[in-house]
């Protein structure tokens, strides 16, 4: 089965403070998608990788920047943390084409005081 | 931009009685996949349609794809306790990458 591990389950930040959010996966999936979900808007993109290094913008990519050093691992980065982060991010990864379903990791659950 | 449409939000059911969400878009989609998320839980795909026309069944779910595959619907018959969550569709539309999600139907059983 493939696993999706979020770094943290629950966080707890106060505004202005560089956050990082991690995600690792174990599949070897060239796809990986940064996601934040708020109640009644569903799952919006913020930023997602299709290979190391490589990185595009989402639906939502203002105050958030992502990082794939390696494979397995994709960053999201809240430069400077406001209150309108405060939200439920969710990491997936995808192996091959947009046919194949999205694995999710099980999401950081982020306040920002 | 592009956009798959899901409704209801919300629908409360009676244990036992069925259930449908329905997703519509105003342009031809070239697939539609499901997926399930429960309270507290992460999205857990469901399964994927790509043909006109298309219907699946997984025990009680049944899966639909349009004729104009510009909709999809997912049914439950008599629902259980274990159905309760929240139920996206998304497509891929016409992108390489990502997929446009619906805002989701929330399933939720009465006591």
């Known amino acids: 089965d493939v696993k999706v591990t979020q770094s943290s389950r629950y966080l707890v930040k106060r505004t202005g403070e560089k956050v990082f959010l991690e995600c690792v996966q174990d599949?070897?999936?060239?796809?990986m998608f940064w996601y934040r979900q708020d109640p009644g808007l569903g799952l919006r993109l913020i930023y997602f990788?299709?290979?190391?290094?490589?990185?595009e913008k989402g639906d939502i990519p203002e105050g958030y920047s992502v990082s794939r050093e390696k494979k397995e691992r994709f960053s999201l980065i809240l430069e400077s943390a406001s209150t309108n982060q405060t939200s439920m991010y969710l990491c997936a990864s995808r192996k091959g084409g947009t046919s194949q379903p999205q694995h999710f990791g099980d999401g950081t659950r982020l306040s920002i005081l | 931009g592009q956009q798959v449409m899901q409704i209801p939000q919300y629908q409360h059911v009676q244990e036992g009685e069925d259930f449908t969400t329905y997703c519509n878009s105003s342009t031809t989609l070239s697939n539609i996949q499901w997926y399930k998320q429960r309270p507290g839980g992460h999205p857990v795909f469901l399964i994927q349609l790509v043909k006109s026309g298309e219907v699946k069944k997984q025990k009680r779910l049944t899966f639909q794809f349009g004729e104009a595959k510009k909709n999809s619907s997912l049914h439950i018959t008599a629902t259980q306790t274990t159905d309760v969550g929240t139920y996206f569709c998304?497509?891929?539309?016409?992108?390489?990458?990502?997929?446009?999600w619906g805002a989701g139907t929330k399933l939720i059983i009465k006591p």
């Open positions: 990788s299709y290979d190391v290094k490589m990185k």
């Open positions: 599949m070897d999936h060239e796809n």
């Open positions: 998304a497509s891929t539309m016409d992108s390489n990458y990502q997929l446009i």
